[in-house]
């Protein structure tokens, strides 16, 4: 995989060139205050919502009770997160363009690792601080800011990245419509089920119709159109059959390969299809893998990157007995301290 590669696969690189075949969407320029609030590695604190602020405040002066003190020490002082009036409007007027929701990206990945954090354990964002809190709790994100030709081969200098926020409009896509393919000379030569912790009874049915489709749209609308010859597209199926582009990845370690290996995309041995597949299509037809029962289900790779549900239940609020218990505890401790420090001045 070559550098080349990696900067062809930008979002602003391939828009332009397939934008009627894909999801609307608005890219804005990162100012490099964002960027360096971003990669930031201090306390989580998210701006850039007024809403939040103005809710806050709200539940602030209606609450009577009175305030607990967690620590003794009078030197910590409030963490504030930095605010970016410029910004905000420019993507909060583009949000609203794109019909108030949106799915965000930066040039490469979206967060996908992160929907664990959000309320609604979702990409759907309405604000810049949805936005932030995805964005900082994700390390795919990171990867993208920090390392984005790290399995390159090639040692020239790394091209200078100008990092851009891509607002995609919100749709709601069915993750068994979704299909990964593995274009090596420009020829498909593998096609993988996107979602392949779960089994759908109906891509074993539509086969057939399924990898026609995929490969009609190629023929038509992406081949010898990108800018290299190797690289792998992610497309949507929907259910009248029209097929969506959704995004292009490096032909290379950094793009998961799914059901299928790295080894067997690039040397094109055991590249063989899913047990209900014919052998004699695979002479005309790229190897289609999917899962194939429910005996096949996998965890969900973004699992890894996910805290503790309680941990989480904890820190949204969302489940108030969950914190009882937990206030509970911290007082059983504190008495427990203070018991055994009587204890030992009384010795």
Request: charged residues 25%.
């Amino acid at each position: 995989m070559k550098k080349e590669q990696v900067v062809n696969c930008q979002f602003s690189v391939w828009y332009p060139l397939f934008k009627k075949h894909t999801i609307k969407s608005l890219i804005l320029p990162i100012p490099q205050n964002v960027i360096d609030y971003l990669l930031d590695d201090g306390t989580l604190v998210v701006s850039g919502s007024e809403n939040n602020n103005s809710q806050t405040q709200t539940n602030n002066s209606d609450s009577e009770e009175e305030d607990i003190q967690w620590t003794d020490d009078e030197t910590t002082t409030a963490v504030t997160a930095p605010e970016f009036p410029e910004f905000n409007i420019k993507v909060q007027e583009a949000i609203n363009v794109l019909g108030g929701c949106v799915f965000p990206k930066l040039n490469w990945s979206a967060p996908r690792d992160a929907n664990w954090i959000a309320l609604n354990s979702s990409l759907q964002c309405q604000s810049l601080s949805d936005i932030f809190l995805l964005f900082k709790s994700s390390d795919f994100i990171t990867h993208d800011l920090t390392q984005p030709f790290l399995h390159c081969s090639d040692d020239s200098p790394d091209p200078t990245i100008n990092y851009e926020l891509v607002l995609r409009k919100w749709s709601e896509l069915l993750p068994g419509a979704e299909f990964r393919c593995f274009v090596k000379e420009n020829k498909v030569i593998a096609i993988s089920q996107r979602d392949y912790t779960q089994h759908y009874h109906h891509i074993a049915k539509q086969e057939a119709s399924i990898s026609s489709s995929i490969l009609d749209f190629f023929g038509d609308h992406i081949q010898y159109q990108f800018p290299d010859e190797d690289f792998v597209l992610d497309i949507y199926r929907d259910c009248s059959g029209r097929v969506w582009l959704i995004d292009f990845n490096p032909f290379g370690e950094v793009t998961d390969s799914l059901l299928f290996t790295w080894e067997e995309l690039t040397s094109g041995k055991n590249l063989t299809a899913s047990q209900t597949q014919d052998d004699t299509i695979l002479q005309d037809r790229p190897a289609f893998r999917f899962t194939t029962s429910e005996v096949t289900v996998q965890p969900s790779p973004c699992l890894s990157y996910r805290i503790p549900r309680d941990f989480l239940d904890l820190t949204t609020g969302e489940d108030a007995y969950k914190l009882i218990d937990f206030l509970k505890l911290k007082k059983g401790q504190q008495e427990e301290e203070e018991s055994s420090d009587e204890g030992g001045e009384g010795s």
